[in-house]
């Protein structure tokens, strides 16, 4: 049986689930993020594939989500899409550190996927992050800085904004984006999915990224499967796919 239990670990909310009967012991510990407007909640059934296989989870609320709407909802903060996903970078150790200290970490594995906004994030927490151990990117994308220019120009009123500031805030970004340092991926176990007609986070540029990498020694370990005509949704197999690389992933 898989326990979903709710905690508040260093005033950051998450869900924990685990099977019951391993509740006791040191485990590989798995971070799973939600996307953008959606909550902890949201992302249980990736949440329990990956308890079923053994693994300690933890899916956080991101920032402006779920139980940390204290400022309006998310949608209301589409200006700090980026802070949010920088604001989950910077919790990242803050949450291992916790786990470490209180339960363990079986052979200090650390394994880190999310979708859509999510999954940017664990792209993000991939190029910062060294003591990661593997991570799977469902429909995210390794691009952020390129991927900020084509939100900004969606977002009414921005002809008005200065460009020195806009720059500014996209050097910002530079610092998380995982295209710009691949080689940060170090030979980990990566993996990537995406939609052909994804409409929201464009499928092409992860693809691109893929083939540009692929047959450097970084990322050997690094793999990527495409649905094709599949849109902004992941799937129940595609999420059974991204728990069984885990499993893959930490038995070697």
């Known amino acids: ?3 979903v239990t709710e905690k508040t670990v260093k005033q950051i909310p998450v869900l924990e689930l685990i099977d019951a009967g391993l509740a006791n012991e040191v485990l590989p510990l798995v971070f799973f993020y939600h996307g953008w407007m959606g909550c902890k ?20 609320d991101a920032l402006y989500h779920g ?10 903060h589409q200006l700090e899409f980026w802070q949010i996903i920088a604001n989950s970078v910077k919790e990242f150790p803050i949450l291992t550190k916790a786990y470490e ?43 952020p800085v390129k991927f900020a220019r084509k939100l900004l120009t969606k977002i009414p009123g921005m002809q008005d904004v200065d460009p020195a500031y806009v720059e500014q805030q996209l050097s910002q970004l530079a610092v998380i984006d995982l295209s710009q340092e691949p080689q940060k991926i ?32 970084y990322a050997q370990n690094v793999t990527f499967t495409t649905t094709q005509g599949a849109g902004h949704k992941v799937s129940y197999p595609t999420t059974l796919e991204m ?8 038995a070697q």
Request: hydrophobic letters at 35%.
């Open 186 to 217: 170090a030979s980990r176990p990566v993996h990537f999915w995406h939609g052909s007609a994804d409409p929201m986070v464009p499928y092409q540029p992860t693809k691109d990224f893929y083939e540009r990498i692929k047959d450097h020694s």
């Open 1 to 3: 049986m898989i326990t």
């Open 41 to 60: 909640e949201k992302v249980l059934t990736q949440g329990y594939e990956l308890a079923r296989q053994g693994f300690r989870v933890v899916m956080p």
């Open 67 to 76: 139980q940390r709407q204290v400022a309006g909802p998310a949608e209301e």
């Open 101 to 143: 200290k209180s339960v363990g970490i079986y052979q200090h594995q650390i394994g880190v996927s999310g979708l859509s906004m999510g999954g940017i994030t664990t792209c993000a927490l991939l190029r910062v992050y060294p003591q990661i151990t593997a991570a799977v990117c469902l429909m995210g994308s390794p691009c």
């Open 243 to 250: 728990a069984q690389k885990f499993h893959e992933y930490f």
